[in-house]
């Protein structure tokens, strides 16, 4: 089953995630179709709040693309077979203090159509949970850690927009300001 992706100017994606407290079958289920939904977008990341969810739950997925960066899960390194995709809840992100930070193309699922460049650290550690409720630490760099700080984001309310430096922000002003007013105009026609 395939979720809406809400887009920009819906007020959900700027609620910060509620934290995630029961990992039970609902939790689960919701993780999976976020998935579905996400793959089906093409997409390598979605967080809860994209559909319309504010919980702290993001999904990841990075078996298709193509493996530029390096991860270490709880002091080991599986096969990316084995820790992808990956269901992340509640998660608290460090950047390493060493890591340079890297202005690099992104975009967004609820932003169609609409890149930007974005700096972020090239080498995170995340302290999360996956949909059991079981505790993981990820040390991970380049696209992986890209990923998971943009879906983190989402988390707190913060989008790819606001992290972008003001001359990459105005170059796409006009579009985002055009993507507001068709979410708004369709959220008249379709109300919750």
């Known amino acids: 089953m395939s979720l809406r992706i809400v887009h920009y100017n ?31 977008a093409a997409g390598i990341g979605l967080a809860a709040q994209q559909i319309g969810r504010p919980v702290q739950l993001c999904v990841v997925d990075l078996r298709r693309a193509e493996i530029d960066f390096t991860w270490e899960l709880d002091g080991a390194k599986p096969p990316l077979d084995l820790i992808m995709p990956m269901i992340i809840t509640n998660p608290e992100i460090t950047p390493d203090r060493e890591t340079d930070v890297y202005l690099v193309e992104e975009g967004c699922l609820s932003f169609p159509k609409i890149r930007g460049d974005v700096p972020r650290p090239d080498a995170i550690t995340v302290r999360y949970q996956d949909e059991h409720g079981t505790p993981h630490t990820l040390h991970c760099d380049g696209l992986l850690a ?31 300001k055009t993507l507001a007013k068709i979410t708004r ?8």
Request: net charge positive.
């Open 146 to 176: 890209r990923c998971i700080q943009h879906e983190v984001d989402h988390l707190n309310g913060v989008l790819f927009i606001d992290r972008m430096e003001k001359k990459t922000r105005a170059a796409i002003d006009a579009d985002v």
């Open 10 to 40: 819906d007020p959900v994606l700027r609620r910060k995630g509620e934290k995630i407290t029961a990992f039970d079958k609902a939790l689960s289920q919701l993780a999976k179709e976020m998935l579905a939904t996400m793959q089906e």
């Open 185 to 192: 105009a369709a959220a008249k026609l379709n109300p919750a």
